[in-house]
């Protein structure tokens, strides 16, 4: 293995505390407490990372900048790093509408990569779009064991890039979203494309059986 892979969620944003559905950049910009959590992330950091690479998203990038910042480099912004988009169910918040995008969001979990909300995406061009910037990111700059990368990002992409990247178990990917800040980390698999996750928030391998099983948040 060399290298690691730091996907981080954006801190706490407008839409989270309405609990609106909200992907289609730049989207909104993180509360004073999104600001707050983005600070305290960079302040953890222990390594000097070789990159900090944000999606397009404002809140992404926000979030990316204080992670620069305090690692004293220049922030990249990359299209396809962005959210699972959700077509008409954009900037809606009822409890139905989440219920909506849970279930097409599970189907994707599941194998059924090309189900998808009207106007919205699919599981497979959510990953036809994501995969190739990691994969050139580590083509790049994952070459040794020291070299870590952090990609600021949303959610409900990084959870299904993960799963399907890292073959996780996909009830333990459906139940466990990521809190603001959360991060999952991957390493690259010697000798192969394929990755290993070695931290989804708070947990460890092995992930089966593990979790909250209480989702409350479809982006997160």
Excluded at 11 to 16: A, D, E, V
Aim: glycine content about 8%.
């Amino acid at each position: 293995m060399s290298g690691r892979l730091v996907l981080v969620r954006h801190g706490q944003t407008h839409s989270n505390v309405a609990r609106r559905l909200d992907t289609r950049p730049p989207g909104a910009d993180l509360t004073e407490l999104g600001h707050r959590q983005a600070r305290e992330f960079a302040g953890t950091l222990d390594v000097e990372p070789a990159a900090v690479v944000s999606s397009i998203a404002l809140r992404a990038r926000q979030t990316a900048q204080y992670i620069a910042d305090a690692a004293g480099v220049s922030l990249t912004v990359r299209d396809g790093l962005q959210e699972t988009f959700v077509g008409e169910l954009e900037d809606r918040s009822a409890e139905e509408d989440h219920a909506r995008f849970t279930e097409v969001y599970r189907s994707w979990l599941d194998g059924d990569l090309d189900s998808r909300i009207p106007g919205g995406e699919s599981g497979a061009e959510v990953l036809a779009r994501y995969v190739p910037v990691l994969d050139e990111l580590r083509a790049t700059h994952l070459r040794s064991d020291s070299s870590t990368v952090f990609v600021v990002s949303h959610g409900a992409a990084i959870r299904l890039v993960a799963a399907v990247l890292a073959d996780i178990d996909r009830d333990f990917a459906a139940d466990n979203h990521l809190d603001n800040t959360g991060t999952v980390e991957l390493v690259p698999v010697e000798g192969d494309s394929r990755w290993e996750c070695v931290r989804w928030g708070t947990y460890t391998p092995p992930f089966e059986t593990k979790g909250s099983r209480t989702p409350d948040d479809p982006m997160g």
